[in-house]
């Protein structure tokens, strides 16, 4: 049947030539994200930045996080089992990426919890509870009160200092670096200034492995 | 070439359209990951099925799949229309329905200066139609 050979050959050249492409472009796109990363170094670490670890650690992670994103808090107890399993070898930099809608608010409210120096138990306590304050992808600020309240936070004290202007500073300058260095979707992760070359879990302890190891070496 | 055979590369010819666009609106959207837009996802509703239809009329050739075919094609070809009249803003923002995220009428992509993704949808349901109503012509001599 040479109608039927035609549609066959028809067939495997569309989906090798859409696989090749797909190849092909995703290579190209690793590549820019490393250019992109490297001639915006100073876009990865802000000094107000909020940092778990020692200040030397040989394998710095900054992570672009959004409290009311379920992926987020999906990875974040993970990413504290692999800086658990390294003691003093990971510093965990956290920077905002509040793309649902009201999380800048929690944000804000995480930001103000600095100043009673309670941020990551109530980072912790929002992630763990997100399901109850960000229903459908959008964050409800009026639901994290009993969560922080319940996280050992002043919340009289909160409210105030939420509101300071340096606040809303931190968050442009995070969602403008976001921007700078193409982050578009949370969690997202750089070790040492890589990026990370395909989405997962996998990969992100594959790329701390490597850090791990060359800064053995 | 006899009839038969003419009508059957014709609608060949629209499957290869079909799959062709299927799998570019798949690279679109699943490799450079571009989000589509509410009126894209009309679109792929009409084309995307095309890809598997078409082929159940070639073997055995059928000739009432250039039916069911135009079903799928003519309204894909409105929705092409509409999305390039918004594109071009000859339709004004206020009725456009697209609501949820991606605007419509935002160009993502420019090859050549003009080719955009809403005029190579219009381009493939144009030749669609094309093909298949040629193949239904040549069917009825």
Known sequence: MKQKTLFIIAVVCLLLGFIVAALLYNVEKEQQAVQVVTANAAALVRMHSPALG???APVVIVEFLDPACETCAAFYPLVKQIIAANPDRI????RYA??????????????ASRKQGKFWPALEALLATQADWAPNHAALVERIWPQLERAGLDLKQLRSDMNAPGIAGVIEQDLLDAQTLKVSKTPDFFVNGQPLPRFGIEPLKQLIDDALAASRR | MNGEARTWTLVFGAWLVAAGSTLGALFFGEVMQLPPCVLCWYQRIFMFPLTLILPL???PL???VIRYGLALAVPGWGFAAFHQLLVAGVIPESIKPCTRGVPCSETVIEWFGFLTIPLLS???FSTLIALLVAAHLRSRT
Do not use: M
């Open chain 1, 54 to 56: 020692r200040a030397d």
């Open chain 1, 91 to 94: 510093r965990l930099v956290l």
């Open chain 1, 98 to 111: 509040p793309f649902h809608k009201g999380s800048d608010q929690v944000v804000a409210a995480l930001e």
């Open chain 2, 57 to 59: 009329g070639l073997f």
């Open chain 2, 62 to 64: 059928d000739r009432k």
């Open chain 2, 122 to 124: 219009l381009l493939a």
